[in-house]
C-alpha cells in the first residue's frame, strides 16, 4: 500500500484539480463522452505525482471506475464518461481525493521556509526547461512571486510550455520536474 503521508507531503492543493475536472465534465452536452485527461499547459500549474495518480486511480476502480494514470501521475476515466455518469464521476473522485487531501496544507499555512524552497524549485525548474529550449521569462521577485501564487495569476515555468504531445511531455517532465510542496 502507498504511504499516503509522503504521498501528501508532495502535492499542491487538489481541490484545484477537482474543480477543474468538474467544470470540464459539467461543459459535455448529453450525448457527448468526456475523453480522458492528457498533458497540456492547463495541467502544467498543479503537482502531479506518479504515487498520487495511482493512489486515486485505486481508489476510482474500488468505486466501480476503469481508470487510466499517465506518466506524469494524472489520470482519467480509461474511455472517456457519458455525461449522464460526470456527477457520479465527480463524486467518486471527491470521495477519493479527501483522504489524500485532507492533510494538504492550502497556501495560507504555507511556512516561509516552504515558500522559499518552493521559489528556488520555481526558478530552477524555470532554467531547465529554458535549457530544454522552451522560452520562459525570468521568474519575479520572491515576493512578487509569493504575492502572484497566492492571488489568481500564479507564476509557474510550466505555464510557458504550451500544448505538448504526450511524448515531448513526458520527456520535459522527466528532464524538468515540477515544483512541489515539501
Known amino acids: 500500500m502507498t504511504n499516503l503521508s509522503s504521498?501528501?507531503?508532495?502535492?499542491?492543493?487538489?481541490?484545484?484539480?477537482?474543480a477543474s475536472l468538474t467544470l470540464a465534465l459539467a461543459s459535455c452536452t448529453a450525448e457527448e463522452v468526456e475523453p480522458a485527461?492528457?498533458?497540456s499547459a492547463a495541467s502544467a500549474g498543479l503537482e502531479r505525482d506518479q504515487e498520487w495518480g495511482a493512489a486515486m486511480a485505486e481508489c476510482l476502480e474500488q468505486e466501480g471506475?476503469?481508470?487510466?494514470?499517465g506518466s506524469d501521475g494524472s489520470f482519467g476515466p480509461a474511455n472517456g464518461i457519458p455525461t449522464s455518469q460526470a456527477g457520479q464521476y465527480s463524486e467518486a473522485v471527491d470521495?477519493?481525493?479527501e483522504p489524500l487531501s485532507s492533510e494538504i496544507p492550502t497556501l495560507d499555512e504555507l511556512t516561509?521556509?516552504?515558500?522559499?524552497?518552493?521559489?528556488?524549485?520555481?526558478?530552477?525548474?524555470?532554467e531547465c526547461l529554458r535549457s530544454e529550449g522552451i522560452e520562459?521569462?525570468?521568474i519575479p521577485s520572491e515576493?512578487?512571486?509569493v504575492d502572484q501564487y497566492q492571488g489568481t495569476d500564479p507564476w509557474t515555468s510550466y505555464g510557458f510550455i504550451g500544448d505538448l504531445d504526450e511524448?515531448?511531455?513526458?520527456?520535459i517532465n522527466a528532464t524538468c520536474p515540477q515544483p512541489y510542496i515539501q
Open 7 to 18: 504521498i501528501v507531503k508532495r502535492l499542491v492543493p487538489l481541490t484545484l484539480a477537482v
Open 37 to 39: 485527461p492528457t498533458p
Open 65 to 69: 471506475w476503469d481508470v487510466e494514470v
Open 95 to 97: 470521495a477519493c481525493a
Open 112 to 126: 516561509p521556509q516552504q515558500w522559499a524552497d518552493l521559489y528556488r524549485q520555481e526558478s530552477g525548474t524555470a
Open 136 to 138: 520562459v521569462p525570468e
Open 143 to 145: 515576493a512578487v512571486f
Open 167 to 171: 511524448s515531448t511531455w513526458n520527456k
